[in-house]
């Protein structure tokens, strides 16, 4: 059966095609040679306290438009003076109205680091997300197989990046720990449905060894959310809904950085 996670990728690919017969790998090896190092974003997530990663995000594929986003450095900007630890961005076009622009504008305009959020399937892929300046990476491991995984989780360390592994099952949960990942995001939405599951944290965070950072993602409405998933054991939360439909980017981040601070202490 062809799930959401099917779709998306074939059209993902589809995408790839045009921009690699647009810009050749060469190319972008010369970019990437050229480029300042990667800021660390394993030490951005791993501090003190309950990082959050504010995501820059117009649309997705369970809610369809989420916002009108005419400048997406302006809002990046604010997240991270609302202390934001990085920023996510997405790229991809289909489905969720990002693109590398999107990505080229955030990086120019903060100093934290910058996730490429999307579905990343080739090196080629790796490379382009340096060239733009990302120092973070998505790796899906309910898109990849195990070879896949492991080589696009080397090449990403030889780029001077950081992986963010994401996992929706135990079996998943695994496959993230024996790559090597050092950070491991767990996804409360199902990629096949799209249904949100809250539990799904609190039933894969034992699986995660100590010194792995941990993250939290989907369906984290606000500060409740952001204190109860500290509590759980939480380092980091990947929040874009929340924040790019609500009135105030700066507070709302600011709001849950406090409440997972105070979640985590209560643990």
């Known amino acids: 059966m062809t799930t959401v996670l099917d779709t998306i990728i074939d059209g993902v690919r589809l995408d790839l095609a045009a921009r690699r017969a ?3 790998l060469a190319d972008l090896e010369r970019v990437v040679g050229s480029a300042a190092p990667a800021k660390d974003a394993f030490a951005a997530l791993s501090a003190p306290g309950l990082a959050l990663i504010a995501e820059v995000k117009r649309a ?28 996510s961005v997405l790229t991809e076009e289909r489905r969720f109205g990002g693109s590398l622009a999107d ?27 340096r060239a ?14 195990d070879r896949t995984l492991g080589d696009l989780l080397r090449l990403t360390g030889e780029l001077g990046m950081t992986a963010l592994v994401e996992v929706h099952d135990e079996v998943e949960t695994q496959r993230a720990v ?8 767990v996804n409360a939405r199902n990629l096949k449905t799209l249904e949100i599951h809250p539990e799904t944290f609190s039933r894969l965070v034992p699986l995660i060894p100590p010194g ?37 980017p700066v507070e709302a981040a600011r709001a849950m950085i406090v409440a997972g601070r105070q979640g985590a202490d209560h643990d």
């Open 22 to 24: 647009r810009t050749s």
């Open 60 to 87: 997705s594929p369970s809610k369809g438009a989420l916002a009108t986003i005419a400048d997406p450095a302006a809002l990046a900007a604010e997240y991270a003076a609302g202390g934001a630890s990085a920023i």
């Open 103 to 129: 990505l080229d504008a955030v990086r120019a305009r903060v100093d934290v680091p910058v996730l490429r959020k999307d579905f990343m399937v080739e090196p080629y892929q790796l490379w382009e997300a």
């Open 132 to 145: 733009h300046g990302a120092d973070l990476i998505l790796l899906i491991v309910a898109a990849l197989d």
């Open 178 to 185: 024996d790559a090597g990942a050092a950070v491991v995001g």
């Open 212 to 248: 792995i950072v941990r993250v939290a993602e989907s369906g984290i409405r606000g500060p409740e959310d952001a204190a109860a998933y500290a509590g759980q054991g939480a380092d980091a939360i990947l929040v874009g809904e929340a924040l790019v439909t609500g009135a105030d």
